[in-house]
């Protein structure tokens, strides 16, 4: 079993920039991909950003340019950098990370407000 712990959502103003953070509590050097999700009210939970093994880093069109989406697999965390931020990524977003085809975690959700 693992878990993962989000952090780093809040409040900001249109134009702003916020870093997320979800730490793993397992080695996460096996995982296979690792990626942030989305989802805002009334709407469907949506891909943000992953990263994959064998495969390019996959950015939503809606956020390339702004966001980015790194990892540290010494620490075990994932983050997600998100600049320029608009009042269309009001959200709470959650951190995904596959060790394999049928074991994956989710983190608990972690609310992001973009002001306008």
């Known amino acids: 079993q693992g878990q993962l712990v989000e952090s780093g959502g809040g409040l900001v103003q249109a134009g702003g920039s916020l870093r997320l953070s979800c730490t793993f509590s397992?080695?996460?050097?096996?995982?296979?991909?690792w990626g942030w999700y989305r989802q805002a009210p009334g709407k469907e939970r949506e891909l943000v950003a992953r990263?994959?093994?064998?495969?390019?880093?996959y950015y939503a069109d809606s956020v390339k340019g702004r966001f980015t989406i790194s990892g540290d697999t010494a620490e075990n965390t994932v983050y997600l950098q998100m600049n320029n931020l608009e009042p269309e990524d009001t959200a709470v977003y959650y951190c995904?990370?596959?060790?394999?085809?049928?074991?994956?975690?989710w983190g608990q959700g972690t609310q992001v407000t973009v002001s306008s």
């Open positions: 990263i994959a093994r064998g495969a390019s880093t």
């Open positions: 397992r080695n996460m050097r096996g995982a296979i991909a």
């Open positions: 995904n990370i596959k060790m394999s085809r049928l074991q994956e975690y």
